[in-house]
């Protein structure tokens, strides 16, 4: 009787099995490391926002309260699947006049203060403060709420960052009405000095000329903006902000 063939064909057969464990184990791998990626990513939102692991941190003139609505804003807006693990969340304070800084930068992995500056408001929004605010285009107001960034691109206002209004019935028709961050001259510490006051938009969100690139390149791609202001009912009126997030 020849042993070898029944010893052949185990041999074959185990062989075999291996091959397609591993082949099996090869095609789970992508999905498993996509799992284990989605729950580092998860882990990592959860600490982004977390309130209380930026204490500490140096916020700058950025007062408690609106950083914490910013905040708020931005842990729903990843819930609601409107934008996934933004890194930098930018905040604007327009109950603040213009002659005062009232742009902040937040990087939301480290959790440090980038930037703290001057922004314009639009004409239509006020003198020195803004009081008016709108989603309408040719208002030349300035809108509120929770936007994501874009790409940036060269306009007619040069070096330029497209946004995207999340906020429905607030600033969804930003596209429509171009409003975008850009660099102005009208923005500057001397402006102030000679007027009292920061220039005016036609609505966009508008920042020093000679730190423009630098910011639009930092928060450009999926980052957030909170536009906010204390007196407009935003709390209510924003989507993100409201007890049903994003609904």
């Known amino acids: 009787m020849n042993h070898r063939l029944p010893l052949v064909r185990l041999f074959s057969f185990f062989a075999g099995a291996l091959l397609v464990s591993v082949a099996l184990a090869a095609e789970g791998a992508p999905a498993d490391h996509a799992i284990a990626n989605a729950g580092h990513a998860d882990v990592n939102n959860s600490v982004a ?4 692991h930026f204490e500490g941190a140096s916020l700058g003139s950025l007062e408690s309260e609106v950083f914490d609505l910013a905040l708020n804003a931005a842990s729903c807006a990843v819930r609601a699947g409107k934008i996934s693990n933004p890194k930098t969340l930018t ?12 742009l902040w930068v937040i990087d939301l992995t480290t959790r440090e203060l980038l930037y703290e500056e001057l922004v314009a408001h639009g004409q239509g929004s006020g003198g020195a403060t803004a009081t008016m605010f709108s989603n309408q285009p040719d208002s030349h107001r300035t809108s509120l709420g929770l936007f994501k960034t874009d790409n940036t691109y060269i306009g007619r206002n040069g070096y330029s960052l497209r946004l995207d209004g999340l906020d429905e019935g607030l ?43 630098e910011v639009l390149d930092k928060v450009k791609g999926g980052g957030l903006v909170f536009a906010y202001h204390r007196d407009a009912g935003l709390t209510k009126k924003s989507k993100f902000l409201s007890s049903g997030c994003g609904a």
């Open 91 to 102: 905040v604007i304070d327009y109950s603040r006049p213009s002659n005062q800084q009232r």
């Open 49 to 52: 926002f977390a309130r209380e």
């Open 171 to 213: 600033n969804d028709r930003a596209r429509e009405r171009a409003i975008v961050m850009h660099g102005a001259p009208y923005v500057s510490e001397a402006f102030v000095r000679a007027n009292g006051r920061l220039g005016r938009s036609h609505g966009c969100p508008a920042i020093r000329s000679d730190i423009a690139r």
